[in-house]
């Protein structure tokens, strides 16, 4: 069973910095799997925020870019998305995802989400 367990999240002012952390509790697929950054904001779609390899490749949204990194520690089955540079529209409600291939297909799993919001 996956187990995705998000933290760090909080109210900040514009320009300031967060750090969110991603537990995945199992550790049995964390080594081997796709990490990722979603965020939703009130309103809108959740979209794709950050995404790291197994090997340690990323991938940001256009928007974030140069103020956001994504990043992993294996040996402790963690997942981190350091936000700088904050901007309002950043506020949304961030999840942790991985996609885990079953013999019926692609599984997404979410952790239950952490808040971040940013204040003018």
């Known amino acids: 069973q996956v187990q995705l367990v998000e933290s760090g999240g909080g109210l900040v002012q514009a320009g300031g910095s967060l750090r969110l952390s991603c537990a995945e509790a199992?550790?049995?697929?964390?080594?081997?799997?796709?990490m990722n950054w979603y965020r939703q904001a009130p309103g809108k779609q959740r979209e794709l925020v950050a995404a790291?390899?197994?090997?340690?490749?990323?991938n940001y949204a256009e928007s974030v870019k140069a103020r956001f990194t994504i990043s992993r520690d294996t040996t402790k089955n963690m997942v981190y998305l350091q936000l700088n540079n904050l901007k309002p529209e950043d506020t949304a409600v961030y999840y942790c995802?991985?996609?885990?291939?079953?013999?019926?297909?692609?599984?997404?799993?979410w952790g239950q989400g952490t808040q971040v919001t940013v204040s003018l």
């Open positions: 995802n991985t996609k885990v291939w079953t013999s019926t297909g692609w599984v997404d799993y």
């Open positions: 790291i390899s197994s090997g340690g490749r990323t």
């Open positions: 199992s550790g049995r697929i964390f080594s081997i799997n796709a």
